[in-house]
T-cell receptor, first 116, second 112 residues
Framework: AQTVTQSQPEMSVQEAETVTLSCTYD???????LFWYKQPPSRQMILVIR??????QNATENRFSVNFQKAAKSFSLKISDSQLGDTAMYFC?????????????FGTGTRLTIIP | DGGITQSPKYLFRKEGQNVTLSCEQN?????MYWYRQDPGQGLRLIYY???????QKGDIAEGYSVSREKKESFPLTVTSAQKNPTAFYLC???????????FGQGTRLTVV
């Protein structure tokens, strides 16, 4: 079974600074997807970024980027120029290719607070 | 606007009563999912459905039931058999099995 580990239960950073959230996963599969979801105080889960394992290039979405290290099974999220609206729980998730979203495995989350 | 609507946002029920949580999507997605979220834990899959009139148990299906009579709707019933039903429930959908899931805003169920 796949496992996803987020070792930082809570983090805080000053507004406009850069912060990196860690995620490691364990799998024997070679084809899979990795996601970062954001859950703000409204509690709706919002997809932040997606990475396909076969792609060597790290995914980027505006201020959000990932550092995907396949050999190390590491998938960290970097938030640049952090904003107050980035305050949220962040979940890392793993999905095996061709096995369906019912196999989507989530980490336990990192609570990120942006300090004004 | 397309999206997933869960209702109600907050729900209170007495112990021993069944309660049904609503989930509707207008994204034309085939697959729908129910997750439970407890403090300090990630999301855990309760039930999922890949197509109308078909659904499968997830990791923690005991004490729950679902139906999928329409593509747009996937209601979840929390039965009296669920020993610890107080939790936050999230519904999600995806175009198919291997595309990213989109989530509703959740329902907070409190059983007293």
């Amino acid at each position: 079974a796949q496992t996803v580990t987020q070792s930082q239960p809570e983090m805080s950073v000053q507004e406009a600074e850069t912060v990196t959230l860690s995620c490691t996963y364990d799998t024997s599969e070679s084809n899979y997807y990795l996601f970062w979801y954001k859950q703000p105080p409204s509690r709706q889960m919002i997809l932040v970024i997606r990475q396909e394992a076969y792609k060597q290039q790290n995914a980027t979405e505006n201020r959000f980027s990932v550092n995907f290290q396949k050999a190390a099974k590491s998938f960290s999220l970097k938030i640049s120029d952090s904003q107050l609206g980035d305050t949220a729980m962040y979940f890392c998730a793993f999905l095996r290719s061709n096995f369906g979203n019912e196999k989507l495995t989530f980490g336990t989350g990192t609570r990120l607070t942006i300090i004004p | 606007d397309g999206g997933i609507t869960q209702s109600p946002k907050y729900l209170f029920r007495k112990e021993g009563q069944n309660v049904t949580l609503s989930c509707e999507q207008n994204l034309n997605h085939d697959a729908m999912y129910w997750y439970r979220q407890d403090p300090g834990q990630g999301l855990r899959l309760i039930y999922y459905s890949q197509i109308v009139n078909d659904f499968q148990k997830g990791d923690i299906a005991e004490g729950y039931s679902v139906s999928r009579e329409k593509k747009e709707s996937f209601p979840l019933t929390v039965t009296s058999a669920q020993k610890n039903p107080t939790a936050f429930y999230l519904c999600a959908s995806s175009m198919d099995r291997d595309t990213e899931a989109f989530f509703g805003q959740g329902t907070r169920l409190t059983v007293v």
